[in-house]
């Protein structure tokens, strides 16, 4: 048994509610929570998912550095400038 005077009350038919209706009955430490998502109308759960890609990530990536495959990146530049000074000092 738990120890006397020490754990939260347990409420074992506590409601949950979502937009003000009764949507699952579970065990908590509080007698009712209000929720804005659950698994009933949460996108994912109910296969209305819709994905928004209107620039793809990857699309736009490609544009970016296609252009630069052949030249050397910026920092390959400037790591070799950095090696040559080193030795000159030398």
Do not use: L
């Given at each position: 048994m738990p120890k006397a005077?020490?754990?939260p009350e347990w409420y074992p038919?506590?409601?949950?509610?979502?937009?003000?209706?009764?949507v699952m009955t579970i065990g908590?430490?509080?007698?009712?929570i209000?929720?804005?998502?659950?698994?009933?109308?949460h996108p994912?759960?109910?296969g209305t998912?819709?994905?928004i890609d209107t620039e793809g990530r990857v699309e736009r990536f490609?544009?970016?550095?296609?252009?630069?495959?052949?030249?050397?990146?910026?920092?390959?530049?400037s790591s070799s400038k950095s090696k040559s000074k080193k030795?000159?000092?030398?």
């Open positions: 005077g020490i754990h038919e506590a409601k949950v509610y979502c937009n003000g209706e009764v908590s430490t509080q007698p009712e209000h929720v804005d998502v659950w698994s009933g109308n994912f759960f109910t998912q819709k994905i490609m544009r970016k550095y296609s252009k630069k495959e052949g030249g050397a990146s910026p920092s390959t530049k030795g000159k000092k030398k």
